[in-house]
């Protein structure tokens, strides 16, 4: 079996995570290499990528956040001075790899470290149907209160929702 390895996403991986988002999402999710180098300049960013037998299969786009902000597609992530929630962006496993527990792989130990640093909650938006994906790992639709916010979410398209848990 193939050595898996979970590391912190360089701009070195920047081809290798396009190609991923590109076979998981088709071209209406693609996110520019550009938008990701600007996420990974951030200093609220956490992000992670897999590779498995020295190839990249799965990558998971995070960073520090509050409870209740949504990153609109294509937009900066946004450092608070005091974040309470990691935000996950986006995770992708390519269909090759699927069930094969590489996305829990990446999400468990993100997790794990973000309430280490004091995170309590961890939030994201549900795209693509991914709902009951998101639910099985204990996040819970929620509400946002705030109009700029819920107008985020629409860039997401239909059927897009905003998703918590505690950690």
Known sequence: MPVVVVRPLALTDLADLLAVQLACYG???VESGEVFARRLASPANCSLVLEQGGVVCAYLAAYRSVRGKVTPLHGDFEGPVEPDTLYLHDMAVVPT???QGLARALLQPMCEQAAVQGMRHSALVSVQGS????????????PLEDAAQRARLTSYGEG???MARRL
């Open 27 to 29: 071209e209406g999710f």
């Open 97 to 99: 790899c699927a069930g």
């Open 131 to 142: 709902q009951a994906y998101w639910e099985r790992q204990g996040y819970a639709l929620q």
């Open 160 to 162: 897009a929702v905003y």
